[in-house]
């Protein structure tokens, strides 16, 4: 159990377009889904945090409206990266954790990570 | 100062050696603990939760010292497919959720 999924695993794109990577929590519910960025030889950061049904939590530095979080499902959340550049090429891996005193309570679960490169 | 630090090795030790990670954190109101395994490019998998008792799976012991602030991960008889980066985390009191990560410390366990 508490299997994460996410998709695309890896996309190329042109600097100034937008990328879509969603996380689903596959065989459980998750009332809080994570998002981190992980750069070349360095630990991963937790960029924001998102709750079903309303509006995520960013850590400092990181740009909201550059980075669209919606968790519309206690399944599913989105990370929009919009108008990327160069330098937002990078790991960004989601984690969920399940409803309490269901499965995946215990942790953080987490997708095996998409990896963006923005030419 | 990072909030948690790692020798980031790498540590290149021969098949069936024992070898021994540290790990420090910075904030000694620090909430959870935890190692976590990360193969390259691949997504960081649980490996272990560690307790002030100290605590041990199979031939992982984990071991925490509140006092002096850090953390250790003991492997025992290494095996290649130990070979990894062991990621030290921690969850600061004021937001059990966040997990903030060191940067790890790559093994690699050769024949």
């Known amino acids: 159990g508490a299997v994460v999924s996410q998709h695309p695993s890896r996309v190329i794109c042109k600097s100034g377009t937008s990328v879509k990577i969603e996380c689903r929590s596959l065989?459980?519910?998750?009332?809080?889904m994570f998002w981190y960025r992980q750069f070349p030889k360095k630990s991963l950061m937790l960029m924001a945090t998102?709750?079903?049904?309303?509006?995520?939590?960013?850590e400092q530095g990181v740009e909201k409206d550059k980075f669209l979080i919606n968790h519309a499902s206690l399944t599913l959340s989105t990370l929009t990266v919009t108008s990327a550049h160069p330098e937002d090429s990078s790991f960004y891996i989601c984690?969920?954790?399940?409803?309490?005193?269901?499965?995946?309570?215990?942790?953080?679960?987490f997708g095996p990570g998409t990896r963006l490169t923005v030419l | 100062r990072k909030e948690v630090e790692q020798d980031p090795g790498p540590f290149n030790v021969p098949e069936g050696a024992t070898v021994a990670f540290n790990c420090t954190y910075s904030?000694?109101?620090?909430?959870?603990f935890f190692w976590y395994r990360q193969d390259c490019r691949k997504e960081p998998k649980l490996l272990m939760s560690?307790?002030?008792s100290g605590n041990e799976d199979g031939r992982f012991t984990a071991q925490l010292n509140r006092a002096s602030q850090y953390i250790s991960l003991l492997i025992r008889d290494s095996k290649l497919s130990d070979s990894a980066t062991y990621l030290c985390?921690?969850?600061?009191?004021?937001?059990?959720?966040?997990?903030?990560f060191g940067t790890g410390t790559r093994l690699q366990v050769f024949p």
């Open positions: 984690s969920a954790r399940g409803l309490a005193g269901g499965i995946g309570t215990d942790t953080q679960y």
């Open positions: 904030n000694s109101a620090s909430q959870s």
């Open positions: 560690v307790y002030s």
């Open positions: 985390v921690v969850t600061p009191s004021y937001n059990t959720d966040k997990l903030i």
């Open positions: 065989d459980f519910q998750a009332t809080t």
């Open positions: 998102s709750n079903e049904g309303s509006k995520a939590t960013y």
